[in-house]
């Protein structure tokens, strides 16, 4: 058999993807194997292994495409500048919709994988750092508009990143108890809390039983 | 070869356990395979199929063993009641030491296994609904004495949940961003925003850009 033209690699890139994607959604990286793919595309693993020779190669197209598919979700309009804009950064993080709970699973689903593995892991860390990076300078725009009271803005975005996580996970399993209305409400607690006068650091203020 | 006394049964046990709690911490739920526990005990995969004959009863072995040795650590001392007593079960939540890092980190990777299997997910949100459960008595005698304005205790709960897991993920991917004092300060801004008072719902105060 000739090898595909050019055009039909490309078609058949594209179907190579779409499996990829529907095992991910399907069964997470713990499912991901040749085999898997294989099968989702009705095609044998020895053809697959012309595109993927390894299980390392499959894996990094994998999060490759999920790092695409969440660049290109439909965001929603941010406000320049201020809370607002960090609301709208954090709402994207949220499992809000099918869709965004179908990518949702499955970068929690990648976090097995990069634990388990020194690169994926730093991979990983960057990716957090870079969310925290994106966050801060809403919340220096919202300090400097009096929005929110002084406060380092490094630790509000880790406070909040923390905050979308760890709801993104508990919906997950239980979408009944955290549908879009609950998990909007939440994030919207929670930034209103960041707005509050504080007591001062380290003064007679309210203290969380330490 | 006999089968081995019942003394000796009870130390194989043992050693299995011990096998895939080392293959869980250094791999997660990803790296569990039958192959992997068998190596770990110098023996064959074949000797360890009396113990799990299939991966599925290796899992749940390894999900008791989770639970276990959660249920084992050593806890933090409970003031009886209020917001003091919340902080300190979501103290035991957090990767404060290395041994906690370890427990965390193999309870973040089960999440992909829990995602993929309709039972392990259904046991997986009822663990959450019970640690809602245990932290929401906390916040209602908090509320009672006044530690913390009118608010729905489930809804603080389901909250403080949300920021302590996303808090987990972040510092295991980067434990030298979060050492243990970064995460107990966190946790308590987290907590002193849940004493503050509050605008009334639906009033003119300060709103995060809705």
Redesign the interface.
């Given at each position: 058999m000739p090898p595909p033209a050019p055009g039909d690699r490309e078609a058949r890139r594209k179907d190579v993807s779409e499996a990829v994607w529907q095992v991910l959604a399907?069964?997470?990286?713990?499912?991901l194997t040749l085999r898997a793919v294989a099968a989702a595309m009705g095609v044998s693993t020895g053809m697959l292994t012309h595109y993927f020779p390894s299980k390392r190669a499959l894996v990094t197209h994998a999060l490759d495409l999920l790092e695409e598919n969440t660049a290109q979700r439909s965001r929603r309009a941010r406000?320049s500048a201020?809370?607002?804009?960090?609301?709208?950064v954090l709402l994207d993080l949220l499992p809000l919709t099918p869709a965004d709970a179908g990518r949702s699973?499955i970068w929690?689903?990648?976090?097995?994988?990069?634990?388990?593995d020194d690169a994926l892991?730093a991979q990983?860390?960057d990716r957090?750092?870079r969310l925290r990076a994106t966050l801060r300078p809403f919340f220096e725009t919202a300090r400097a508009r009096g929005?929110i009271p002084a406060g380092d803005p490094e630790?509000l975005a880790?406070?909040a990143?923390?905050?979308?996580?760890?709801?993104?996970?508990?919906a997950?399993?239980?979408p009944g108890?955290?549908p879009e209305e609950v998990q909007i409400a939440?994030l919207?607690?929670?930034?209103?809390?960041?707005?509050?006068?504080?007591?001062p650091a380290g003064g007679g203020?309210?203290?969380?039983?330490?």
């Open positions: 399907a069964r997470g990286f713990g499912g406000p201020g809370l607002g804009g960090a609301r709208a699973r929690v689903s990648s976090w097995d994988l990069s634990l388990a892991s990983q860390a957090y750092t929005e630790h880790a406070a990143v923390a905050f979308a996580h760890g709801l993104v996970v508990q997950l399993f239980a108890r955290f939440m919207d607690d929670f930034l209103t809390g960041l707005t509050l006068p504080r007591p203020g309210p203290s969380p039983g330490r």
